[in-house]
């Protein structure tokens, strides 16, 4: 999938985000915006750079033509809350939740996404490239033309989300949980399939 990215000049913002407005054709650098509790509120046609948001709490904003580079976005809320034609690269996403939420053309390269929450979250052609999602939170997800390409999936959760036609077959799968009949279709690698079997209640003898 091709990360949508801005090339052209925009405007410098300085300002705190808040409630209920539009920001549009801005650029945010290398601020501290954490702790701010957001309703509402559109972005389009923003990058942000090195931006601190951590412990935000944004609820049914939209972020479209949006993206983020080398920002702290740990332990971010957000719910019911769109994000379109969106790019993550390089971000640290701790414990960042996606709570009931839809992610449409959506990517994320080389981010650090442990513990990450994607619960009853929607999610459209998105794609995770080099990034470490170990023990996070993908239960009750609808996955559609996803992607996971070289990621760390190690002891996450899958419950109730089914993996049919999602190639996991590049990443580490180790410790996963996941109801065996949601892996009806997944894409795996051979050694991932021996490890699989066991969720399966089949024992190989040796």
């Known amino acids: 999938m091709n990360k949508y990215l801005i090339t052209e000049k925009l405007t410098p913002s300085y300002s705190l985000f808040k409630s209920q407005e539009t920001m549009q054709n801005v650029a945010f650098n290398d601020d501290d915006f954490d702790y701010l509790e957001i309703d509402a509120t559109d972005f389009t046609h923003c990058i942000l750079t090195k931006m601190n948001l951590s412990n935000d709490q944004f609820h049914n904003c939209h972020f479209i033509e949006v993206v983020f580079v080398n920002c702290d976005l740990s332990n971010i809320s957000f719910d019911n809350t769109l994000l379109r034609r969106c790019t993550f690269i390089d971000c640290k996403m701790i414990g960042t939740a996606f709570d009931n939420c839809l992610l449409e053309y959506v990517a994320f390269e080389n981010c650090k996404e442990n513990y990450m929450n994607l619960a009853r979250t929607q999610l459209?052609?998105?794609?995770?490239?080099?990034?470490?999602?170990?023990?996070?939170?993908?239960?009750?997800?609808?996955?559609?033309?996803?992607e996971f390409s070289d990621c760390r999936l190690r002891r996450s959760?899958?419950?109730?989300?089914?993996?049919?036609?999602?190639?996991?077959?590049?990443?580490?799968?180790?410790?996963?949980?996941?109801?065996?009949?949601?892996?009806?279709?997944?894409?795996v690698n051979?050694?991932?399939a021996v490890l699989l079997v066991g969720l399966l209640g089949v024992h190989m003898k040796e």
């Open 124 to 146: 459209r052609t998105v794609s995770f490239e080099a990034c470490d999602l170990s023990e996070a939170y993908l239960s009750e997800c609808t996955f559609k033309n996803t």
């Open 157 to 187: 959760e899958f419950l109730h989300s089914s993996l049919n036609d999602i190639d996991v077959s590049s990443c580490a799968i180790e410790g996963i949980r996941i109801n065996p009949q949601d892996l009806r279709g997944a894409i």
């Open 190 to 192: 051979e050694e991932q």
